[in-house]
């Protein structure tokens, strides 16, 4: 079956310019997880979804950053006002159940470099 | 601020080597889990312990949690070129979700 998938794999845009990063869950998951991953560096948590509740944002670096799951499926990452800092992998990753013990499946990544 | 070190950080052996991945933390976690990634790819699941002590096996790879749900390690029998990738590790607190927190990862090399 198919796994996640994120658009666009490759993203390059202009200080101050808007993004949104889509992922797409395997299907009939119900847990959704954003991180952002430096190269070389391990993932960082960003943000969760139950179903469509957003149920932790702690990650998120600042108000530029927002994520919605509309209707428990697709989730959208958008960062505002992009600046250089937020050039990174972000990788989206879902779960069956979102248990302490399952198992998350990630997508290929979206590779955003901020001019 | 980096809740869980990995050591060491590189890692370049010959073909048919052991070596051990260490995972250290402060925290209890209820879970660990450790990850394989390759370059391009995303981090995929190799194992999941959740018992103090526990001892699991994956072929060549053997992975403990230690005792006090602190700490983990992985060691790698006869390494292979296959097994060169970024090995992570993850820890999981309880409390009805999967907030995962990832070590910085030990990037291994293994030389034919």
């Known amino acids: 079956g198919a796994g996640v998938s994120q658009s666009p794999r490759y993203k390059v845009t202009k200080r101050g310019q808007d993004v949104a990063l889509r992922c797409d869950p395997i299907?009939?998951?119900?847990?959704l997880y954003w991180y952002r991953q430096a190269l070389g560096q391990g993932p960082e948590f960003l943000t969760y979804?139950?179903?469509?509740?957003?149920?932790?944002k702690s990650g998120l670096p600042n108000d530029r950053f927002s994520a919605e799951r509309p209707e428990g499926s697709i989730s959208t990452l958008t960062i505002q006002r992009t600046e250089q800092r937020d050039s990174a992998m972000y990788r989206c990753?879902?779960?069956?159940?979102?248990?302490?013990?399952?198992?998350?499946?990630f997508g290929p990544g979206t590779r955003l470099t901020v001019l | 601020t980096q809740l869980l070190e990995q050591s060491p950080q590189f890692l370049s052996i010959q073909e048919g080597e052991n070596l051990t991945v260490y995972c250290n933390s402060s925290?209890?976690?209820?879970?660990l889990q450790w990850y394989r990634q390759e370059p391009g790819e995303g981090p995929v699941l190799l194992v999941t312990?959740?018992?103090?002590?526990e001892v699991k096996k994956l072929k060549r790879l053997t992975f403990q949690f230690g005792d006090a749900r602190k700490d983990s390690s992985l060691h790698i029998t006869a390494a292979q070129p296959g097994d060169t990738g970024l090995y992570l590790c993850?820890?999981?607190?309880?409390?009805?979700?999967?907030?995962?927190?990832f070590g910085i990862g030990t990037k291994l090399q293994v030389i034919p």
């Open positions: 990753a879902s779960s069956l159940v979102g248990s302490s013990t399952d198992t998350q499946y």
């Open positions: 299907s009939g998951h119900v847990s």
């Open positions: 979804f139950n179903y469509e509740a957003q149920q932790d």
């Open positions: 925290s209890v976690f209820s879970s």
């Open positions: 312990v959740v018992t103090g002590g």
């Open positions: 993850a820890g999981s607190h309880s409390g009805g979700y999967q907030k995962v927190t």
